[in-house]
């Protein structure tokens, strides 16, 4: 199954050459940015983004914190697992990497001699967005963004062909997915015992809920106690 593309005639290795193309044409410090993006740039902005999502969802405090937290602990888990997935589907698969079978690619990255398809930055960061979504549409739709940028960038720096690229994107989603009731069944009631905790509690809700009585419900309660206490003074 290794000539899964080996044909300059197929759509995805005519893609590939437009798509690489652009890096001969692009300034060396271009190029070079592009490299430190696609290698690990990307993969650093998507754990910030987690982290200003947690962020963002603790100083909220919502009565579902709990539940966005257990969906942002899911996010990385899913990720992880996506990885661990791709291990016999690559080993399966044997697809080499393009600069392998096709000539005349401009390869920003050196040394790569794993197997190709499918690509674990494109599983790592879209898993990664779609867990997001999961938590927090609005930074979700951010990761989803930043990994479809990432898929770009490997195919522009010519380590893997765009299927590569879809079968990674298409691997974390379904893990992602298809896990997710069953990860929030588990995750969920951990963050709200994490919730309840006297200082554990901050890592889900930065304001304290403190008990509030029935005199705070009723408006002048709080001045009407005072002045009884003025008074038997």
Not at 207 to 226: F, N
């Amino acid at each position: 199954m290794g000539g899964l593309a080996e044909s300059g005639s197929n759509p995805d290795v005519d893609l590939l050459y437009d798509i690489n193309g652009l890096a001969k044409h692009a300034p060396h410090w271009f190029d070079r940015g592009m490299e430190f993006v696609g290698e690990w740039g990307l993969l650093l902005a998507m754990v910030l983004l987690v982290v200003w999502c947690w962020w963002s969802v603790r100083r909220r405090g919502d009565a579902d914190a709990a539940s966005s937290v257990a969906g942002l602990v899911w996010a990385p888990l899913a990720a992880g697992i996506a990885l661990l997935v791709n291990v016999p589907i690559r080993g399966f698969v044997e697809r080499p990497r393009p600069f392998v079978d096709h000539q005349g690619l401009d390869v920003l990255v050196s040394g790569k001699t794993d197997f190709s398809f499918v690509s674990d930055h494109a599983t790592l960061t879209m898993a990664m967005g779609v867990g997001l979504f999961v938590a927090n549409r609005k930074f979700g739709l951010a990761g989803i963004g930043l990994a479809l940028f990432e898929g770009f960038c490997r195919v522009y720096m010519g380590v893997h062909y765009p299927t590569d690229v879809i079968g990674g994107f298409a691997l974390g989603t379904a893990v992602v997915l298809l896990l997710s009731p069953l990860a929030m069944a588990l995750l969920v009631p951990v963050m709200k015992a994490v919730e309840t905790a006297p200082r554990a509690g901050r890592l889900i809700r930065a304001r304290a809920t403190g008990h509030v009585g029935p005199e705070a419900l009723i408006p002048g309660a709080r001045a009407e106690q005072s002045d009884e206490r003025d008074l038997a003074a």
